[in-house]
């Protein structure tokens, strides 16, 4: 089976995205390589100077207080969410059911 004129001419056009794509790619890889081995020893080198310079202590042991706008976070959030959640429930599912008499979440059905 012989591919028609059209279908070369199809297929030429697709090679040469393909080929102009990989030749951009292999354009740009090799600066991303560099960024990449850049922030690699970068950071040995930052990790390297710490050891050496003794500046490497363990973490002490034992519980830290906790700020008191981090114990009021979560129970506000615990607040807020349970009373949005307990609008949710009315608005789409009880005050519908209460209107039409069905347990569908569409209007349209």
Same mark, same amino acid.
Request: net charge positive; glycine share 8%; aromatic share 10%.
């Given at each position: 089976m012989?591919d028609?004129? #059209?279908?070369? %001419?199809?297929n030429?056009?697709a090679t040469?995205?393909v080929?102009?794509l990989r030749?951009? !790619? #292999?354009r @740009?890889h090799p600066?991303v390589?560099v960024?990449r081995?850049g922030? /690699?020893t /970068?950071d @040995?080198?930052?990790m390297? @100077? +710490?050891?050496v310079?003794?500046?490497a202590? %363990?973490?002490?042991?034992?519980?830290?207080a906790?700020?008191a +706008?981090? #114990? +009021? &976070?979560p129970?506000?959030?615990?607040?807020?969410? @349970?009373?949005?959640? /307990?609008?949710?429930?009315? %608005?789409?599912i009880?005050?519908?059911r209460?209107?039409?008499?069905? %347990?569908?979440?569409?209007? !349209? &059905?």
């Open positions: 012989e028609s004129d #059209a279908d070369r %001419r199809h030429h056009g040469q995205r080929s102009s030749q951009a !790619n #292999a @740009t600066v390589g960024h081995g922030f /690699l /970068l @040995t080198g930052i390297i @100077t +710490w050891i310079r003794g500046q202590d %363990r973490t002490p042991s034992g519980p830290d906790v700020p +706008w981090m #114990a +009021w &976070a129970h506000t959030q615990e607040v807020v969410f @349970t009373v949005a959640a /307990l609008f949710m429930i009315y %608005r789409f009880i005050k519908p209460r209107k039409e008499g069905r %347990r569908h979440l569409r209007r !349209n &059905a």
